[in-house]
């Protein structure tokens, strides 16, 4: 398995979930690491995106200000840090590699490889 999340969860709206991704060390060498969404009759959303080498970091608007996406590259494992989590952020999320360059790595189909998915489930 090249991309392993876990960290998901049934939580409060206003809580907080700390998502996990596991990569191989080949695919964590890509160059672009991201999270996306997907929620029960709604297309895949970009989340967030980190360069891994340089760390710059993409969120979508609806996340700005409560997600945070971070590295560790001894571990080859990124993160998705969700505060103030709200029932609209109820979805699967999935952590995927890109391993080109892009200039805007928001669109999924840039995306090369991806994991099977964590279900984040938001209660009010």
């Known amino acids: 398995v090249q991309l392993q999340a876990s960290g998901g969860g049934l939580v409060q709206a206003g809580g907080s979930l700390k998502l996990s991704c596991a990569a191989s060390?080949?695919?964590?060498?890509?160059?672009?690491m991201g999270w996306f969404r997907q929620a029960p009759g709604k297309e895949r959303e970009f989340v967030a995106a980190?360069?891994?080498?340089?760390?710059?970091?993409y969120y979508a608007d609806s996340v700005k200000g409560r997600f945070t996406i971070s590295t560790d590259n001894a571990k080859n494992t990124v993160y998705l840090q969700m505060n103030s989590l709200r029932p609209e952020d109820t979805a699967v999320y999935y952590c995927?590699?890109?391993?080109?360059?892009?200039?805007?790595?928001?669109?999924?189909?840039?995306?090369?490889?991806w994991g099977q998915g964590t279900q984040v489930t938001v209660s009010s």
């Open positions: 995927a590699a890109a391993d080109r360059n892009y200039i805007a790595p928001i669109g999924a189909n840039l995306y090369n490889n």
């Open positions: 060390e080949r695919t964590f060498s890509s160059y672009i």
């Open positions: 980190i360069r891994r080498k340089i760390g710059s970091t």
